[in-house]
């Protein structure tokens, strides 16, 4: 079965700076890589994803970009604020198996 | 955040009981799911279902028991085989699309506790 791997575990960013959590996955036919944010007491939401036709997908601060040969997948936060403090998953998937096998996490904190 | 709902919020339970936790979604999707959520592990799936009156297992069923009568419906019990039941359970549904997988929609979980 697939295997998701994430790192780091935890992070902290001045704000204002940029944040990067890897992930990398092991089933060469997943095709499709969402990146869910879970702050602290509340449900996962999802914050952006990818399928694997296209490289790099942006919506405003956020960035995903994907490597399909190396299989691993990145999420960019650009000019990070306090707000995005909170716990991301990665997570994976392929056609056809609706089953979702998520990364460990990483909690990223911002410092004011 | 409407759409999915999650009872109760906190549950205890005493060793050897078996405890039935509710997932509702009123969104029309096809495919629900249980997730075990423990801290440094992140989501482990326990079952799923992408239709009425079937389902499969995920990485980590031994223990708990579905069903799935109607399409809005999903609960799970933990049954007292479940040797470590205590954590955060999290459901959540998902439309099933022609291009592949779709976003999973959450519910707000529920803490289970084991006295």
């Known amino acids: 079965g697939e295997n998701v791997e994430q790192h780091p575990s935890t992070l902290s960013v001045q704000e204002g700076d940029s944040a990067v959590i890897k992930c990398t996955y092991s089933?060469?036919?997943?095709?499709?890589f969402p990146w869910y944010k879970q702050e602290l007491g509340k449900r996962p939401q999802l914050i952006i994803d990818i399928r694997s036709n296209v490289g790099e997908k942006k919506d405003q601060r956020i960035a995903v970009t994907l490597n399909k040969t190396a299989k691993h997948f990145s999420l960019h936060i650009t000019e990070t604020q306090p707000e995005d403090s909170a716990v991301y998953f990665c997570a994976a998937s392929n056609f056809g198996n609706e089953k979702l096998t998520f990364g460990t996490g990483t909690r990223l904190t911002i410092i004011p | 955040d409407g759409g999915i709902t999650q009872s109760p919020k906190y549950l205890f339970r005493k060793e050897g009981q078996n405890v039935t936790l509710s997932c509702e979604q009123n969104?029309?999707?096809?495919?629900m799911y249980w997730y075990r959520q423990d801290p440094g592990q992140g989501l482990r799936l326990i079952y799923y279902?992408?239709?009425?009156?079937?389902?499969q297992k995920g990485d980590i069923a031994e223990g708990y028991s579905v069903s799935r009568e109607k399409k809005e419906s999903f609960p799970l019990t933990v049954t007292s085989a479940q040797k470590n039941p205590t954590a955060f359970y999290l459901c959540?549904?998902?439309?099933?699309?022609?291009?592949?997988?779709?976003?999973?929609?959450f519910g707000p979980g529920t803490r289970l506790t084991v006295l």
């Open positions: 969104l029309n999707h096809d495919a």
């Open positions: 089933d060469s036919a997943s095709n499709y």
């Open positions: 959540a549904s998902s439309i099933l699309g022609i291009a592949g997988p779709n976003e999973q929609f």
């Open positions: 279902s992408q239709i009425v009156n079937d389902f």
